[in-house]
């Protein structure tokens, strides 16, 4: 009996491929089970055409007494090199020097640039995307991990932007907002309900998951689709941790409830209350616009055939 692709994960699973092969192969088992997965899944089915990208460029930066207290990020950063990812981990002193380092780089050999930051790490993240903003250069993914409360506004050259904080910590609690103008994907996660602290928020597994995920994808092309809604979250303390990279607008149709608009887009009912205050009475106004909590998907290349269903 033949079985469907999944569009998506094919795809995910050739962007590790291309990768791989870019920096000389790698083990899926070390991996993890979700790059042994992709692979399966390779193996099983030829992979739909890509236009890949060039591999990305990861810069990661620890908090103050980063060595003893931002470990995790240097667990995300071997993470990363484990599925084919140029990723390096500094300390945040020499947050100047790397990003000069890297506008170099850059103009040398054009590539997506990620900058990921716990604590005063964090801060050094976005700092780094303004000093590439000076230049004229995009920063395709940035995420500050529980950034100090001096962290500036997240500048325009952000292409998507993700905020994990705890706002009821004093030594992070940076609750970092969009520039004016700014019209990148921005998604912002307080933790503050959840259980976390400021010395182990980095360290989490799914959190680290879900970035490596989100680096791999910019290997590929990603919807969109229509404009770019910021969303702001207070994540319950039972509730799953769902990076969501942003929000879309979608419409009521006669009947919606916001139940059943969650249901439609396999998100929690509690992104959707929270995403739309006031808006929770039964039924809708058809027509009524609801904001919805999404991931960006890699794409098909335009020539690629989608695969059948059966």
């Keep these: 009996m033949e079985h469907s692709i999944n569009p998506t994960r094919a795809i995910l699973a050739a962007a590790l491929c291309l990768i791989s092969l870019a920096s000389g192969g790698f083990s899926s088992a070390a991996a993890g089970p979700a790059a042994a997965a992709t692979s399966e899944a390779l193996i099983s089915s030829p992979p739909p055409a890509l236009n890949p990208a060039p591999r990305p460029r990861a810069y990661l930066f620890r908090g103050a007494l980063g060595p003893f207290f931002s470990r995790g990020?240097?667990?995300?950063?071997?993470?990363?090199?484990?599925?084919?990812?140029?990723?390096?981990?500094?300390?945040?002193?020499?947050?100047?020097?790397?990003?000069?380092?890297?506008?170099?780089?850059?103009?040398?050999?054009?590539?997506?640039?990620?900058?990921?930051?716990?604590?005063?790490?964090?801060?050094?993240?976005?700092?780094?995307?303004?000093?590439?903003?000076?230049?004229?250069?995009?920063?395709?993914?940035?995420?500050?991990?529980?950034?100090?409360?001096?962290?500036?506004?997240?500048?325009?050259?952000?292409?998507?932007?993700?905020?994990?904080?705890?706002?009821?910590?004093?030594?992070?609690?940076?609750d970092v907002k969009p520039k004016p103008g700014y019209r990148g994907q921005y998604a912002s996660f307080d933790l503050a309900e959840h259980g976390e602290s400021h010395i182990n928020i980095e360290k989490q597994d799914t959190i680290h998951q879900q970035l490596v995920n989100k680096v791999v994808q910019l290997a590929v092309a990603a919807k969109a689709g229509g404009d770019a809604v910021p969303i702001r979250l207070v994540v319950p303390a039972k509730a799953d941790i769902d990076l969501w990279d942003g929000g879309m607008a979608v419409f009521a149709r006669p009947g919606d409830s916001l139940q059943s608009i969650a249901t439609a887009y396999h998100v929690p009912l509690w992104s959707i209350l929270q995403l739309n205050k006031g808006a929770d009475r039964t039924p809708l106004v058809p027509g009524e616009r609801v904001v919805v909590p999404r991931h960006l998907e890699p794409v098909l290349e335009a020539s690629a055939p989608v695969p059948a269903r059966h």
């Design 73 to 174: 990020i240097d667990r995300l950063t071997g993470r990363l090199e484990e599925v084919g990812i140029t990723a390096d981990v500094y300390e945040f002193t020499i947050c100047d020097l790397i990003a000069n380092r890297a506008i170099e780089d850059y103009r040398a050999n054009p590539a997506p640039i990620v900058l990921i930051g716990h604590s005063m790490g964090g801060t050094c993240a976005v700092k780094f995307a303004e000093l590439l903003d000076a230049e004229g250069i995009r920063a395709d993914l940035v995420v500050s991990i529980d950034p100090a409360h001096i962290t500036h506004d997240v500048p325009l050259n952000v292409d998507r932007f993700i905020n994990i904080f705890l706002s009821k910590d004093v030594l992070g609690g940076g």
